[in-house]
């Protein structure tokens, strides 16, 4: 007789346990079975109610078993199928069989129905039963009751699918803030009404941002990132801080979701930013849906929360709803009279070249040319790089409005009303001045060439005449009506909080300048001749002679050596001329060193005109002058003998004195120079003598 087939299902049965017999048991599997380690694995047919709804019996005669004996009588019906090598758990189907086959472990019998009852169609079970001889490779023991196997593979869930948009980057200070341009800060919005987990998500522009993000974002609120430390939104905190920075000229931004999904993206086309400002660094502000042009705005100076860490309001809506969104508030008709419109306020003098103590000390003078006073609140100066300066106070009509460079010493006397930071080219460079909302309200050098006025050397303020900002409306300080001292007591060479000197006539020289001359210049001194005790090279002069039959005023005259090098230049003081006079200025006042190697003496006047000059090569001997012979002429001779405040005179070898009473020689124990000549009474001479040992000394006795 062959042995029945099995239903399928039975057969489903069987395949799952074959399937699951096929993979390694070890301590894991057992404890995850709650099996022990030597388990026989044995199917015992059983009768169902009837077919599975998914087969239909089909009669096969020699196949149909016999009706199952009562209770009383049991007839086991077993099928079993012994795998090999022995001792593993065994499975051997087999005809229906009044007892277990010889030496194979039976399974226990099945009662069948009772008399009367429908006769049951067969169908595979799985009864697990431990079994002393099933020996598998050593592992620990485990103990554990049978439970029935199922064939169904655990899956890991996929994580789960976010629509596109569902986080936004909503809001990115590309520019960085007024305080500095490295504080960046970028704004994420969860759109939907749950919150959202952000763990496993990724913000990155494919460079050197790469932020991990962690934390949850509550339905329709924000996620605040701020770039290295949590200052540069100083009183509102930030959700996460980051590292790398966003390049001003545009970049694409990426948010990915765990699985990796792109969710959302900011200048998807990686070309340059849609929106914001890198001179007022204001934001970028998201309007809502895709990553398209449209749908960026710059934020328009409404509705702002925040401080940067030098307390500058935040050009900006950190975890606020974004200003694009807020309507521009309509003005009431009480706001009318401070309403900004260009040239409101003037950028009226600029000292770009600072003072004749410092270069450094750089001063900018504002000024309100019309009748009513203006808020200076929340306005801003800056020249689009290191100079950003947020004005406060107000400005009175027709007032000035001062700042200085780092300290309020730049103009001594002058109070400032705002000090700022960074410093002014030489070269020239634009200031732009903004009103509150953001406005472009004047400009000083909106070319962005050199600058259209003002002087390095001397040093002279560039003054505005009024008007837009043409370079023919700018000026240099003429040299008259200035105001204020620097911080070495020096004339300030402009006009702050005055009048600038281009609306004043030029007043006539006392003098005629051009008769003004540098007379004598001494370079390699050898003798004290400032008469201060030592030699040294403050000894250095140079002298000025008036050729005018007037006297001349030096005040606000100008010495000075190459134009734009050297030493700075020295402002005259308050001395006179007289006609067919000399003035004479030593280092020690001037601080202008005359270089050995060759040099240049420049003098200047009041408004920067050159009025002379001289220059000369390298020098080699000492105690020898340079200068006109005779005063005043263009006749430039060197060899003179060094003549401070007298005519000049040509250097002649001197002749010892021949006098029968003194003796020449060293040493000396008396009188010296009481009996010279007075062709020999001359310093330059006396020290020539020294130099050759010749000592005049009246002999006693």
Known sequence: MRDPPLSPAGALSLAGLLFFLSLPLDSSAEGLLGLPAAAQVEVSASPTSGPTPSETPVPEP??????????????????????TPAGTPSLSPTAPSPSPSPGTPGLSPTPGPSPGTPNPSPSASLTISPSPSA???????????????????????????????????????????????SDEWIELQNQTASTIDLSGWRLSDGGDINVALSGTIPAFSYFLLERTDDSTIADISANLIYTGSMANGGERLELLDPSGAVIDTANADGGGWPAGDSSSRRSMERRGGSDIAGNWGTFTGIGGVGRDVGGNAIAGTPRQLNSVLVATPTPTPFAKPTEVSPQAILINEVAWSGTTASSSDEW?????????????????????????????????????????????????????????????????????????????????NSSGGGWPAGS????????????????????????????????????????????????????????????????????????????????????????????????????GWWLDDVAGAG?????????????????????????????????????????????????????????????RLSDGSDNMRYGLWPTPRMPNLLFEEPIPPQVSRFYF?????????????????????????????????????
């Open 62 to 83: 020699s196949a149909s078993p016999s009706p199952s004996p009562g209770p009383s009588s049991p007839t086991p019906s077993t099928a079993t199928s012994t795998l």
């Open 456 to 555: 390095s050397s001397p040093k002279a303020s560039m003054e505005r005449r009024g008007g837009e900002d043409f370079s023919g409306n700018w000026g240099s300080y003429t040299g008259y009506n200035g105001n204020g001292q620097d911080a070495s007591g020096n004339s300030i060479r402009g006009t702050p909080r005055q009048t600038n000197s281009l609306f004043f006539p030029t007043p006539t020289p006392t003098g005629i300048p051009s008769r003004i001359v540098i007379n004598e210049v001494l370079i390699r001194p050898r003798y004290d001749w400032e008469g201060t005790g030592g030699v040294t090279t403050a000894d250095e002069f140079i002298e000025l002679y008036n050729a005018c039959p007037l006297p001349v005023y030096l005040k």
């Open 135 to 181: 020996t598998l490779s050593p592992s620990p023991e485990l103990t554990g009751s049978s439970t029935p196997l199922s064939s169904t593979p655990t899956l890991t869930p996929p994580p789960p699918a976010f629509p596109p948009q569902s986080i936004l980057i909503n809001e990115l200070a590309w520019a960085g803030t007024i305080a500095s341009s």
């Open 665 to 701: 020689g060293l040493p000396c124990t008396g009188q010296s120079l009481t009996l010279l000549t007075r062709a020999t009474r001359h310093p330059a001479q006396v020290a020539w003598l020294g130099e050759m040992y010749f000592v005049a000394c009246e002999i006693y006795g």
């Open 364 to 444: 900018i003078e504002l000024h309100n040319p019309g009748a009513l006073s203006i808020s200076m609140s929340g306005w801003r100066l800056t020249d689009g790089a290191d100079i950003s300066i947020s004005l406060s106070g107000s400005l009175a009509p027709y007032g000035f409005y001062l700042l200085e460079r780092t300290d309020d010493t730049t103009i001594a006397d002058v109070a400032a009303d705002n000090i700022y930071t960074g410093s002014l080219s030489n070269g020239g460079e634009v200031l732009q001045l903004y009103g509150p909302t953001g406005e472009l309200v004047d400009s000083a």
């Open 567 to 627: 030493s700075a230049a020295y402002d005259l003081p308050g001395v006179t001329i007289s006609p067919r006079g000399f003035a004479v200025f030593f280092r020690t006042k001037t601080k202008i060193a005359l270089n050995d190697t060759g040099d240049t003496v420049r003098l200047l006047a009041p408004d920067g005109r050159l009025i002379d000059q001289i220059s000369y090569l390298r020098i080699r001997a000492a105690n020898l002058s340079y200068g």
